[in-house]
Structure formats: C-alpha cells, structure tokens
Nanobody
C-alpha cells in the first residue's frame, strides 16, 4: 500500500508563490503516475498537473505557464511549484498516486490566495 502526505499550503497574496510537496511512503516502487488535483468551494475536484514515471507532464490550461510539477524519485516526493497565484487558485490541493491496481489520495492541503 502507498500513503501520501501533502504539505506547503497556506495563505498568499495574489501574484505570490507557493510550493506544495507530496511525500509518498510504503510500496513506492509500484507508483506509476502522480498528480495534483484541486477542489474549490462547491466545485468538483479537477486535475491541475500530472507527471508520469518517465517524467512526462501535462497541465490544466488554467495553470500552464504558472505551475510546474516535478518529481524526485529518489526521495519519493512530488512538488507543485505555483507562481503568479490568483484568487481563483484558492482550493484544497490533493496529491494522487496511481499504480497497477490502485489509486491513492492524500489528505489535502489548503491554498488560499487573497486579492
């Protein structure tokens, strides 16, 4: 089994930056893709960015050019660098890991961007 713990959320002014971290533990060798999702108030959970085991990435159109996902396989950590933050980026951010027969979510970390 794989466990995920997110960190790095907080309150930031518009235009600022935050870096989220997602630390994986357990059977980490089985992890294929990892991704960040977010869920705003009264909204569905949407994909923000994803990275494959080989390093291929994809992003939601709303964050392209502002957010960067990266993966440190040696430390089993996935990062989400968020720059030029906007109030509409306010949400709970969740890390997700997928393996051959599983999908695991972290507990989420709150990001709040003030105008």
């Amino acid at each position: 089994q794989v466990q995920l713990v997110e960190s790095g959320g907080g309150l930031v002014q518009a235009g600022g930056s935050l870096r989220l971290s997602c630390a994986a533990s357990g059977n980490t060798v089985s992890i294929n893709a990892m991704a960040w999702y977010r869920q705003g108030p009264e909204k569905q959970r949407d994909l923000v960015a994803a990275i494959s085991s080989g390093g291929s990435t994809n992003y939601a159109d709303s964050v392209k050019g502002r957010f960067t996902i990266s993966r440190d396989n040696a430390k089993n950590i996935v990062y989400l660098q968020m720059n030029t933050l906007k109030p509409e980026d306010t949400a709970v951010y969740y890390c997700r890991a997928t393996g051959p027969k599983y999908l695991v979510w972290g507990q989420g970390t709150q990001v709040t961007v003030s105008p």
